[in-house]
C-alpha cells in the first residue's frame, strides 16, 4: 500500500501560571492556524498545560522500534525552531521556542475506509481505531470510538439477553449497519482534510488549497 507521511512535529509546555496570566495573547480556547502547505494547533490540557501540534508532510523517516514518536535531534529542534520563526506568528513561534522537548509522531494516510466492522460470522466485532484507523485532521476520531462502543452496547442489549449465535449476529449486523456508513465516510473526511492542509492534490483536476490564496468557499472545504 502505498503510504505518504505526515510528521507531526508535538510537545507539550508546562507551565504554572494560569494562561491569560502567563500568555495573555493565546487565551484559553483551541487556536487553529494554516500556513502554506501546513498547519498548526494549540490547546489547553488540565493543570496548566499546552500542547501544540504542527503538522509537516516530509520525507519518511527510518523508525528505530515499533513506536511512531520519535525524539529529535538539538539540530533538529533548532532548525524548528528557525522556521517556526517564518511560518508563524510570533506567539506561537515564541510558545515552540519554549517547549523544551519538542517530539516527532509519525502519521500515515489510513488506507481505504474497512468494508465491515463485523467479522467471523457475527463472533467478532471491531471499534475505534482497530475498526477505522483515521488521520487525526478531522478531530474526531475519539469521538467514533466512543459512539462505536455505545452503539455496540446497546445493540448487544437488545438482542443477546439470552446468549445465543443468532442474536449475537443480529446484534452485530445492526451495529454494521449502523456505523459503517459514518465511520467510512469520517475517515475520507479526515483524510481530505489532510490533503487540503498540506496543499497536496485533491480532486481529478490537481486542485491544490493554498490558504494564502483561498477564496471563502475554499476555506469552507475545511470544516
Ligand atoms: C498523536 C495523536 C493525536 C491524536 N489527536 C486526536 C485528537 O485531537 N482528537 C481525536 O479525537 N483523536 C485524536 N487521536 C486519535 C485518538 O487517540 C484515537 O482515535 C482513539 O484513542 C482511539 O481509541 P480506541 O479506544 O479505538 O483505541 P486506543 O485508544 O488505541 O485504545 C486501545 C487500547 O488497547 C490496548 N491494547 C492493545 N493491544 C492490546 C492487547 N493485546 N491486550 C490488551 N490491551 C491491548 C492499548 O494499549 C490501548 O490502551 C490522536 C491520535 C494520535 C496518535
Request: hydrophobic share 40%; with cysteine; proline share 5%.
Amino acid at each position: 500500500m502505498a503510504r505518504r507521511l505526515r510528521l507531526h512535529r508535538q510537545g507539550e509546555l508546562h507551565h504554572h501560571v494560569r494562561h491569560p496570566q502567563a500568555y495573555p495573547e493565546l487565551g484559553n480556547c483551541l487556536y487553529f492556524d494554516l500556513a502554506y502547505k501546513t498547519h498548526a494547533v494549540l490547546y489547553e490540557l488540565p493543570n496548566n498545560r499546552l500542547n501544540w501540534i504542527w503538522y509537516i508532510n516530509g520525507a519518511e523517516p527510518v523508525l528505530p522500534g515499533s513506536s511512531v514518536t520519535m525524539k529529535v535531534s538539538d539540530a533538529m529542534v533548532e532548525e524548528m525552531r528557525e522556521e517556526a520563526k517564518r511560518v508563524w506568528g510570533p506567539e506561537l513561534a515564541r510558545l515552540m521556542r519554549e517547549t523544551v522537548e519538542p517530539f516527532v509522531n509519525v502519521i500515515y494516510d489510513a488506507g481505504e475506509p474497512t468494508p465491515r466492522l463485523s467479522w467471523a460470522g457475527g463472533r467478532v466485532a471491531l471499534v475505534g481505531d482497530a475498526a477505522h484507523a483515521t488521520t487525526p485532521h478531522g478531530l474526531r476520531s475519539t469521538n467514533m470510538s466512543v459512539v462505536d462502543a455505545r452503539v455496540l452496547g446497546r445493540c448487544l442489549a437488545r438482542y443477546c439477553r439470552e446468549p445465543c449465535a443468532r442474536s449475537r449476529a443480529r446484534a452485530l449486523a445492526e451495529y454494521e449497519a449502523a456505523r459503517l456508513p459514518v465511520v467510512a465516510a469520517q475517515v475520507l473526511h479526515a483524510r481530505r482534510l489532510g490533503r487540503l492542509k498540506q496543499g497536496l492534490v485533491v480532486g481529478s483536476h490537481g486542485e491544490v488549497f493554498d490558504a494564502r490564496t483561498a477564496t471563502e468557499e475554499e476555506v469552507s472545504q475545511l470544516r
